[in-house]
């Protein structure tokens, strides 16, 4: 299903001259294409549409982190680039969740799992990331994870 979104947003920015789309959307095919190999070497199937979303989450951060880099070394028309691509990546993702709704997602996570401590963490953050990828930044729900099992 994703695929086919990627494929139909790769064919309209052809049609509009979209060119920073069209070469994010490109990019983001390449991602997919290069875990696919990745995958058929290791004799596994093609990625899924949630190793999909996984890829659009590390390419936003990727592209966040360049462009604070841009910023901070003065190159103001690159960092800008980046949050062009930024918003091209994320207009594939599902709707980022609320902090406030993260927080009660990760206490029911913990109440599911029964975790005591921080040696249960692991199992917390499986269940969320199998429950909602794409849909919450994992690093600062590791935070709030770490904090509620302290």
């Known amino acids: 299903?994703?695929?086919?979104?990627?494929?139909?947003?790769?064919?309209?920015?052809m049609k509009a001259k979209d060119s920073r789309r069209l070469s994010t959307v490109r990019l983001i095919q390449a991602a997919i294409k290069d875990r696919d190999i990745g995958n058929r070497g290791a004799g596994k199937d093609p990625v899924s549409d949630d190793d999909i979303l996984q890829i659009l989450q590390k390419?936003?951060?990727?592209?966040?982190?360049?462009?604070?880099?841009?910023?901070?070394?003065?190159?103001?028309?690159?960092?800008?680039?980046?949050?062009?691509?930024?918003?091209?990546?994320?207009?594939?993702?599902?709707?980022?969740l609320s902090d406030e709704k993260v927080r009660g997602l990760i206490q029911a996570a913990v109440t599911e799992t029964g975790a005591q401590g921080l040696r249960d963490m692991g199992k917390v953050m499986a269940v969320l990331k199998e429950k909602y990828p794409g849909q919450m930044d994992f690093a600062k729900a590791s935070g709030v994870v770490k904090d509620l099992l302290k």
């Open 1 to 13: 299903m994703m695929r086919d979104k990627l494929s139909e947003a790769l064919k309209d920015a």
């Open 59 to 96: 390419m936003v951060k990727q592209r966040e982190e360049s462009a604070k880099i841009y910023e901070d070394a003065g190159r103001a028309e690159l960092a800008t680039q980046e949050r062009e691509e930024i918003e091209v990546i994320k207009g594939f993702m599902p709707e980022q």
